[in-house]
């Protein structure tokens, strides 16, 4: 059964100016703008004494502590910021009734679709890469992501670096997906269960790039492999990355690494491609300069020999012209 649509939801519905107040640390919190929602909840922009923070708040205090306890296992993973840090948890106490929140770190940046704008089709690939990697790591933590979707991603830098926002749809291996998106599951394409394992997310990070290609998103028809392909072929972003695409979708893959690694060697077959075709084009444009400058020196050569001979003649004449005297 797919999650409960909030949007009409108390909790998704706050607006600019809103304030919430935290029952236990009384910390005030100011709504700026909202960020996103999903099943679990809304994440808002909100200011607060030390800046700007986002700010999760929902219904179900399970869900909340649980991704709560997955934001404290990403910050002791070491050596890698997977999701944002956590600033603190507490509870939001009105009328009608007690909303449970946490404050995260603020990721300033981009959404996917408005980084891509006027960039090369290198770069989704470069940030399947990034994203790759970090789903690597929350995998052997024994995690899956769930609810991947652009969405619950942002480009900060530069440098860039693709991260999460939300991680509200992260569950614990083995168990069943809590929370998912429908253009993103692999169980709506028909494609697989709804098991949280990598392949579960390395679908979903698929259909992340495929989205990439076309924002709009389109709805399943009665032949999702054949729909699927064709747009992958359609799109000159997509079909340079078709092969590992269409593994992913198709679930040829345990471990996001084993993708990573298939992805890093086509983007590096590509770059040296790349580079292969500027040097003979380089080269090709070279070629009548050299010539050029090769006959100039075999000018140079000729005229150098002539004064040569020229001046060793006179120096004869004069020693003949002695010789007579």
Sequence with gaps: MMPMDMSASPVCNLTVGDEIRGKWNHSIYRVRRRLGYGATGAVYLVEHKNGLAALKIGHDQMSITSEVNVLKRFSKVQGKVLGPSLVEVDDWQT???????????????????????????????????????????????????????????????????????????????????????????????????????????????????????????????????KQLQEKIASSPMLKRYAVILEKALNGKYQYAEEMRNELVVLLNAKDQNKTNQKQMTKSNNQKPATRQAQKKKKKSFLAETFLVFTFVFVVYLFYMLGQTM
């Design 95 to 225: 009328r009608k009734a007690t909303y449970p929140f946490y404050a995260m770190e603020y990721l300033k940046g981009e959404t996917l679709f408005d980084f891509m704008k006027g960039k090369s089709l290198d770069w989704p690939g470069i940030l399947l890469v990034q994203l790759l990697t970090d789903l690597h790591t929350l995998h052997q933590a024994g995690w899956a992501f769930g609810d991947l979707k652009p969405d619950n991603l942002l480009v900060t830098g530069p440098p860039y670096r693709i991260r999460w926002m939300d991680v509200g749809g992260t569950t614990v291996m083995d168990r069943s997906i809590k929370e998912y998106t429908e253009f993103f599951d692999r169980g709506y394409w028909g494609k697989g269960s709804r098991k949280a394992e990598p392949s579960y997310d390395l679908f979903s990070a698929a259909m992340v790039m495929i989205n990439m290609a076309y924002p709009a998103r389109f709805t399943k028809r009665s032949d999702p492999d």
